[in-house]
């Protein structure tokens, strides 16, 4: 066991964990934090992305012992973020969501992707997005809300 | 013959010799080069090396160099896509709780550095030679130059200590051993990386 301090969401929190503990448990079982969802545990489904230091991030195969000082925002984070707060906007709007267990994941994955290109093209969508997985099929309704955001934040 | 003529038949005796020494010298020196690049030919094609050193517009994963899983693209200088990047699950170091490589700057190489063909079966030797020695294709580097991106590349190093996959056994590694490796590009630089004909 080691003890690391981690900030995630702008608070600064304790955690005493095996090094090697992906950061998905650190998140749901140390802190419960659950907005952030264990998919497949391989890093194939993005469910449980998170931002590591801007990055969008798969929680699930980052050990806590890799995280170092880098900021985390997760889900539970995207309300106080300008880009995420219209994200999650155009996502009510469009009634994007089916059964909803990706679509955090979905969420942070386009609010990199918004923040990173301001007006993407379906093709940027597609290989931007091509890693969260949505087993409901939303994908046509995930790509008009990304737009959507887009137009909103200009 | 006077004593002068002597003198002058002898310095010519010596100046042939040290040509014919100089030639055998280099003529040896290109063959030790060329034993020296066949040693790094066998790492360099490599799975470690040569899932990064693809054709393709995606990386390439496993002994079995199969398409690199959930969708991942190659993107503008082999880092991926915004928010779908390397660095989207590969960290600085390797993570072997969770069976993931990782090392500084996890990139795809250019596909000017490419060696494989479209069909995935990797370039012989010597093509695999020029290209790494053609300066408009390898960064332009010259002999030094790629003698230090072996010796310290971070991505040539993680090469030889490629962790664990996720199921906790090791991943394979190049024939040779990273000094094994360094020693024979030293050979090779000091031969001229000569390349053999195709």
Redesign the interface.
């Given at each position: 066991m080691a003890s690391y301090v981690l900030t995630i969401n702008s608070r600064q929190r304790d955690v005493i964990a095996d090094p090697g503990t992906p950061l998905l448990w650190v998140l749901r079982e140390h802190l419960k934090m659950r907005g952030t969802k264990y998919g497949c545990g391989i890093a194939a489904c993005g469910a449980c992305t998170v931002h590591v230091g801007g990055v969008a991030t798969r929680s699930c195969v980052l050990p806590v012992s890799l995280v170092g000082a880098r900021p985390i925002v997760t889900i539970e984070g995207m309300a106080a973020d300008r880009v995420g707060r219209v994200v999650q906007e155009a996502w009510v709007s469009g009634d994007v969501v089916q059964c909803g267990y990706c679509q955090g994941g979905q969420i942070m994955t386009a609010v990199t992707l918004l923040k990173n290109v301001s007006k993407p093209t379906d093709s940027q969508i597609e290989q931007s997005m091509g890693g969260n997985i949505c087993r409901c099929g939303t994908y046509v309704r995930i790509r008009a809300a990304i737009k959507q955001a887009a137009q909103q934040l200009g | 013959m006077t004593g002068r003529q002597n003198v002058a038949v002898l310095a010519a005796w010596i100046g042939m010799t040290v040509v014919v020494v100089r030639l055998v010298e280099a003529q040896s020196t290109r063959a030790d080069g060329l034993a020296a690049w066949e040693q790094m030919y066998s790492v360099l094609t490599h799975p470690r090396c040569v899932n990064c050193h693809t054709a393709t517009a995606y990386p390439q994963q496993g002994d079995d160099r199969h398409v690199h899983?959930?969708?991942?693209?190659r993107?503008r200088g082999g880092l991926g896509?915004?928010?779908?990047?390397c660095?989207?699950?590969h960290?600085?170091?390797n993570?072997?709780?969770?069976?993931?490589p990782?090392a500084a700057g996890w990139h795809l190489a250019p596909l000017s550095m490419q060696w494989q063909d479209l069909n995935d079966r990797i370039l012989p030797s010597s093509a695999v030679c020029t290209a790494i020695t053609d300066r408009s294709k390898n960064h332009n580097l010259d002999g030094p130059g790629l003698l230090r991106h072996h010796e310290g590349e971070p991505l040539v190093l993680w090469a030889f200590k490629p962790g664990r996959r996720?199921d906790g056994t090791p991943r394979s590694v190049p024939p040779l051993t990273h000094d094994e490796f360094v020693r024979a590009t030293r050979v090779w630089v000091k031969a001229g990386t000569p390349c053999p004909k195709s």
């Amino acid at each position: 066991m080691a003890s690391y301090v981690l900030t995630i969401n702008s608070r600064q929190r304790d955690v005493i964990a095996d090094p090697g503990t992906p950061l998905l448990w650190v998140l749901r079982e140390h802190l419960k934090m659950r907005g952030t969802k264990y998919g497949c545990g391989i890093a194939a489904c993005g469910a449980c992305t998170v931002h590591v230091g801007g990055v969008a991030t798969r929680s699930c195969v980052l050990p806590v012992s890799l995280v170092g000082a880098r900021p985390i925002v997760t889900i539970e984070g995207m309300a106080a973020d300008r880009v995420g707060r219209v994200v999650q906007e155009a996502w009510v709007s469009g009634d994007v969501v089916q059964c909803g267990y990706c679509q955090g994941g979905q969420i942070m994955t386009a609010v990199t992707l918004l923040k990173n290109v301001s007006k993407p093209t379906d093709s940027q969508i597609e290989q931007s997005m091509g890693g969260n997985i949505c087993r409901c099929g939303t994908y046509v309704r995930i790509r008009a809300a990304i737009k959507q955001a887009a137009q909103q934040l200009g | 013959m006077t004593g002068r003529q002597n003198v002058a038949v002898l310095a010519a005796w010596i100046g042939m010799t040290v040509v014919v020494v100089r030639l055998v010298e280099a003529q040896s020196t290109r063959a030790d080069g060329l034993a020296a690049w066949e040693q790094m030919y066998s790492v360099l094609t490599h799975p470690r090396c040569v899932n990064c050193h693809t054709a393709t517009a995606y990386p390439q994963q496993g002994d079995d160099r199969h398409v690199h899983y959930f969708n991942v693209v190659r993107g503008r200088g082999g880092l991926g896509v915004p928010a779908f990047s390397c660095t989207t699950c590969h960290q600085q170091a390797n993570a072997d709780s969770t069976g993931v490589p990782g090392a500084a700057g996890w990139h795809l190489a250019p596909l000017s550095m490419q060696w494989q063909d479209l069909n995935d079966r990797i370039l012989p030797s010597s093509a695999v030679c020029t290209a790494i020695t053609d300066r408009s294709k390898n960064h332009n580097l010259d002999g030094p130059g790629l003698l230090r991106h072996h010796e310290g590349e971070p991505l040539v190093l993680w090469a030889f200590k490629p962790g664990r996959r996720a199921d906790g056994t090791p991943r394979s590694v190049p024939p040779l051993t990273h000094d094994e490796f360094v020693r024979a590009t030293r050979v090779w630089v000091k031969a001229g990386t000569p390349c053999p004909k195709s």
